[in-house]
């Protein structure tokens, strides 16, 4: 059984499109890669106190549950050299699952759908981009009704 899950990645640090570029590829070996979205140069939100991002979204489709998209997804970020030394830092990568067919899980260090995703202009224009009928599962509405519902003031501008 394969689900599709989206996934949103971001970088803010070094040659951020060669970073999210490289993520692209070693995604390919969790899954078949569909749609990826273009690159969208976005202000950082909850720290605005360092570099803006490049964020994309990319679809695949996984026989992995969840859990093991998320470990194999951390993997990844260890592997590129990702630190975690302050939340919502500055990072080189970063691969967040946003939704995850329609499953709603809510486990320790794993909520689905992503949790602010739904107010992060920088997850649903490339979302919109790829996939606008996506729905979000506890919400009961699309991506392009979620993006129509934000307000203004987070600048995201597609390269």
Not at 62 to 89: C, D, F, H, S, V
Not at 93 to 109: Q, R
Not at 134 to 146: I, M, N, T, V, Y
Request: net charge negative; with cysteine.
């Amino acid at each position: 059984m394969t689900e599709i899950a989206y996934l949103s990645l971001g970088s803010n640090l070094g040659d951020r499109a060669a970073n999210l570029r490289d993520a692209i590829v070693q995604l390919e070996e969790l899954g078949r890669v569909g749609a990826i979205s273009g690159f969208y140069e976005t202000q950082p939100v909850d720290m605005p106190d360092q570099p803006w991002f490049l964020n994309c979204v990319v679809a695949i489709e996984t026989g992995k549950t969840a859990r093991q998209l998320l470990q194999l997804a951390l993997k990844i970020e260890a592997g590129m050299g990702r630190l975690r030394m302050r939340n919502k830092g500055a990072r080189n990568i970063d691969i967040d699952i946003v939704l995850y067919g329609d499953h709603v899980v809510n486990e320790p260090g794993l909520n689905i759908p992503h949790p602010e995703m739904h107010k992060r202009r920088f997850v649903l224009e490339p979302l919109v981009e790829i996939a606008p009928e996506a729905q979000h599962p506890e919400l009961g509405k699309s991506a392009q009704e979620l993006l129509a519902e934000l307000p203004a003031g987070q600048v995201v501008r597609r390269l």
